[in-house]
C-alpha cells in the first residue's frame, strides 16, 4: 500500500496515473487556497490587519514550501552565531504537534524541560542543542511576550515564522532550496507550495540551500537577483554521530560509520540528504525505515526497529527523531543520531546586514 508521503509526493510531481488524477482533483482546493493566502497578504500590506509590535528584534526565519530547506538548521546556527556576539537571544518554536495549547518554556541552558509529546520533536531538539532559552507557542505575539518580560531576551528568532504576520519582525530571513528551483509552482495541495514566488519581496535577504554543487547554488541565485535581495549561501554537512546516555547526548565521530553495516530510522520532510551524508561516510545501509514528518513512535515502531536491527553495527537517525526514539531501550552506543549543522557562506556580510537591520528597525517593524 502506498504511503500518504509517497502519494502526496506523486501528486506534486504528476507522476503516474495516480500522481496525475490525485493532481487534477488537488487543482480546484489549490486555487482557493491560494486566493485566501492572496486576499491575506493583501490586507496585511494595506493595513487592514496590522502586525503586533513589541520592544524586542524579531528575526523570522522561513520558507515558501513545506519542509526541505533546513530552517531548523539555520535558525540554530544562526542563533548560535548572534548569542557568540552578546546578544540575549531566544529561539520560538510554533510547537508543532505538540498537545500544549498554551506557551512553554521548552528549555535553558541546552537542557529541555518539555517532552515531544508536549511541544513537539522540532522544539525539544533546538532545546537539547542551544545553551540561550527556546519556547514554544502557536500564539506567538503571546510567546514573544513571554521571552522579552520573563527571560529578558533581545532577540526573538522565530522558526518556520515567514507566514506567522500577526507578529511585527525586524526582518525576514527566506530559505529558498536550490533543488526545488524546478518545482512547479503550485501551491497546497496541488503543491507543495504556501505562498506564491512573489512572496520572496517581503524578505530582507534571501539565502539559498542544499544546492548539490556550489555552481547550481549559484545558478539559483541568478534567477533570483532581479528581486534585489542580498543573497547568500548555506549547505548542511556532518558534524557528528550523538548517543544517548543518562539523559545527555555525547558526541562521537562520523567516520565511526565507515564499512560498518547500519540501518536507517527517519521522520523527516525529506530523508535523501540524510541517507547521502551515510553513504558518504562510506557505511553499508542495509535497511531504511521512512516514517512520514514529526512520525510520533510508538512501541510496535520500536519492535519493528529493534527485529530489524539485529545483524546491524548502527541505527542511525536524526536530532529530531532521537528525541522521540531515546526513550526506548537499544543496546549501548547502538543507537545514534547524525548531528547536522550548516556551513554557512560569507558569514561577517551576512552578519553585517542583520546587525544593520536591526539597527535601523530599533525594536519593531510592521512585518511586510
Not at 113 to 119: G, I, L, R, S
Not at 140 to 155: F, G, I, P, S
Not at 308 to 314: G, H, T, V, W
Amino acid at each position: 500500500m502506498i504511503s500518504l508521503q509517497r502519494l502526496v509526493q506523486k501528486i506534486w510531481t504528476r507522476q503516474g496515473v495516480l500522481g496525475v488524477l490525485g493532481w487534477l482533483v488537488a487543482v480546484p482546493l489549490s486555487l482557493l487556497f491560494s486566493s485566501g493566502v492572496r486576499v491575506r497578504n493583501f490586507l496585511y500590506e494595506r493595513g487592514v490587519l496590522r502586525s503586533e509590535q513589541l520592544p524586542l528584534h524579531i528575526i523570522s526565519v522561513g520558507n515558501l514550501t513545506v519542509g526541505g530547506t533546513g530552517k531548523t538548521p539555520f535558525v540554530l546556527w544562526l542563533a548560535r552565531l548572534l548569542h557568540a556576539q552578546q546578544h540575549r537571544v531566544g529561539i520560538l518554536s510554533r510547537g508543532y504537534k505538540g498537545k500544549n495549547k498554551s506557551v512553554t518554556t521548552v528549555g535553558t541552558d541546552g537542557h529541555a524541560q518539555a517532552t515531544p509529546e508536549e511541544v513537539g520533536d522540532e522544539a525539544v531538539m533546538l532545546a537539547r542543542t542551544f545553551s540561550g532559552v527556546v519556547l514554544a507557542g502557536r500564539d506567538r505575539v503571546r510567546a514573544a511576550r513571554l521571552a522579552q518580560k520573563t527571560h529578558d531576551v533581545e532577540v526573538l528568532i522565530l522558526d518556520d515564522g515567514f507566514q506567522y504576520r500577526r507578529l511585527g519582525r525586524s526582518l525576514d530571513i527566506l530559505l529558498l532550496n536550490a533543488q526545488q528551483r524546478e518545482t512547479p509552482g503550485w501551491l497546497l495541495p496541488a503543491g507543495p507550495f504556501r505562498e506564491p514566488s512573489t512572496s520572496i519581496r517581503r524578505a530582507a535577504l534571501v539565502v539559498v540551500t542544499k544546492g548539490e554543487t556550489v555552481q547550481a547554488q549559484r545558478d539559483y541565485a541568478a534567477a533570483l537577483h532581479r528581486q534585489g535581495k542580498p543573497i547568500f549561501f548555506a549547505n548542511p554537512r556532518p558534524a557528528a554521530l550523538l548517543y544517548p546516555t543518562h539523559g545527555e547526548w555525547q558526541e562521537l565521530p562520523v567516520f565511526l560509520l565507515a564499512h560498518k553495516k547500519v540501518m536507517t530510522v527517519s521522520g523527516i520532510a525529506d530523508p535523501a540528504l540524510f541517507h547521502r551524508f551515510i553513504r558518504e561516510a562510506e557505511a553499508e545501509i542495509t535497511d531504511m525505515m521512512v516514517f512520514p514528518d514529526h512520525h510520533v513512535y510508538t512501541q510496535r515502531d520500536w519492535q519493528t526497529v529493534l527485529s530489524a536491527s539485529r545483524s546491524c553495527d548502527f541505527v542511525v537517525t536524526t536530532e529530531k527523531d532521537l528525541v522521540k526514539l531515546e526513550q526506548f531501550p537499544f543496546a549501548t552506543d547502538k543507537l545514534v543520531a547524525l548531528r547536522i549543522d550548516m556551513e554557512v557562506s560569507d558569514v561577517e556580510q551576512l552578519l553585517a546586514c542583520i546587525e544593520s537591520q536591526l539597527k535601523g528597525t530599533g525594536k519593531q517593524k510592521n512585518g511586510e
